[in-house]
């Protein structure tokens, strides 16, 4: 008997012992304490939010401390001690009003909690993260002056900036609650200057008219400076044109696109038309402007006015509004985005100016189609082709011959639709035609800037 008591003792030890080392040292419960920062990365600006994320699934959290290491100096930047003994997560989200030196810098975050380890006294768990101090936003000037453009007619603004740590820098044009972006293309060449941008711009239809065109500046620390651009616009003249399809249009144009784009067939003849007219073309759209957003070409291969087809006629304009008739019934609308142009049948088709052949292949609703990169954001497209006379990567002259007219695509008949694009975005032809408008509002734009740039310090 005596010797079972004894045996039950030392269980009863041990098991306290157990107990002990388990609840009051760190031998067995390890730290639970977890610290996410999730801002800042690299860069930090008292500009932006500091958002830390703490948690502790054993025991609560006791103490949070933040502070920042700068020139031997220790900034407290946030304290907060928890009375209670439940909150096992908490989030931080604060921006500090502090004085900081700019430059290299520690941020440290320290917590402990209520465990019972350490022989009462607790977890804690420090991370300490390298960072950048910066505060300042970017220097960003417009060199251009006030433009004047008409809604859907092309524009320029040029502009510098410079940061130490510039991340993004951009031209955008606000209307009906959404943003057209532009980007700036850096022309440190053409200025001799580093820090030297450029954005061709455009105004697109819109139902209110209240552009608001912007520069946007914005480094490493997410610090961002804007600057507006005084643009003053007009409306152009809008035409408006009746097309009619019919069943035998639909079954020779639009359901080859729809086999070509493996799309199947809807349950009418008239869904067929209005797919491809509607979802097909927006889909060629977004895809056009992926192809130019690809542009790295920060140089002007162009050189004066650009070129219309050769011997062509026009039978339609930019921004027509094309009402669409099936049974004389009206049963869709849009606007027609570029020139249609027309020669003789199968006609060779001459590069409007200088550049780089970025695309040439099948683009659904335009057939057969070769896009030319002129550099610094600007783009023509030749559509409805039969054949290429030059590749992808060629470089091209102005009036060399690159293709040749058909009817591919939704065309109705032989002819070449042209478009020009600035950065994916379509404009009106009609102004790069006219080597006066091209001398007003890109050259003197241009010559004006380098004035400008002369007196900055």
């Given amino acids: ?272 038309f209005l797919f491809v007219n509607n979802e097909i073309r927006k889909k060629n759209t977004k895809e056009i402007r992926k192809i130019c957003s690809n542009s790295s070409a920060n140089t002007f291969y162009w050189r004066g006015s650009f070129s219309q087809f050769f011997n062509s006629k026009v039978t339609a304009t930019f921004a027509d509004k094309r009402v669409y008739y099936y049974n004389d019934e009206p049963v869709d609308v849009k606007f027609h985005m570029g020139y249609d142009l027309a020669s003789t049948k199968n006609a060779k088709v001459n590069a409007a100016n200088n550049g780089k052949v970025i695309f040439e292949g099948y683009l659904g609703v335009y057939g057969n189609t070769l896009i030319i990169d002129h550099g610094f954001g600007l783009f023509s497209l030749y559509g409805h082709l039969q054949d290429f006379l030059v590749k992808a990567n060629d470089t091209v002259s102005k009036n060399q011959y690159v293709a040749i007219t058909d009817t591919s695509g939704l065309a109705g008949g032989d002819h070449l639709h042209f478009d020009i694009l600035v950065d994916g975005y379509y404009v009106n032809p009609i102004e790069w035609w006219d080597r006066h408008w091209i001398k007003t509002h890109i050259a003197s734009k241009i010559e004006e800037a380098k004035t400008r740039l002369s007196l900055i310090d």
Avoid: C, W
């Fill in 1 to 272: 008997m005596m010797k079972k008591t004894g045996i039950l003792s030392i269980l009863v030890v041990l098991i306290g012992i157990s107990y002990m080392l388990y609840e009051f040292t760190p031998l067995i419960k390890r730290n639970a304490i977890e610290i996410t920062i999730k801002s800042p990365d690299k860069y930090f600006s008292k500009n932006n939010d500091i958002k830390i994320s703490v948690q502790d699934k054993n025991a609560g959290i006791r103490t949070v401390s933040i502070k920042i290491i700068s020139m031997d100096t220790v900034i407290d930047l946030y304290e907060k001690e928890f009375s209670d003994r439940f909150t096992k997560r908490f989030d931080i989200d604060f921006r500090t009003n502090k004085i900081i030196s700019e430059g290299n810098a520690k941020l440290l975050v320290q917590v402990t909690d209520y465990s019972k380890n350490n022989f009462m006294g607790g977890f804690e768990k420090v991370v300490e993260k390298d960072i950048i101090v910066d505060s300042k936003p970017p220097q960003l000037k417009l060199l251009s002056g006030i433009d004047r453009i008409k809604i859907t007619g092309s524009a320029l603004a040029v502009y510098y900036a410079e940061d130490p740590h510039l991340k993004d820098v951009y031209l955008a044009v606000s209307h009906d609650n959404v943003t057209d972006r532009f980007k700036a293309y850096d022309a440190s060449e053409l200025f001799n200057q580093n820090g030297v941008y450029l954005s061709f711009f455009t105004y697109r239809l819109s139902k209110n008219k209240d552009y608001s065109t912007n520069i946007y500046a914005v480094d490493e620390a997410g610090n961002k400076r804007v600057v507006h651009v005084p643009v003053y616009y007009s409306s152009p003249n809008l035409k408006e044109s009746r097309i009619d399809i019919d069943d035998m249009f639909i079954q020779n144009k639009v359901i080859p696109i729809m086999k070509n784009e493996n799309e199947p067939l809807k349950s009418t003849l008239l869904d067929d």
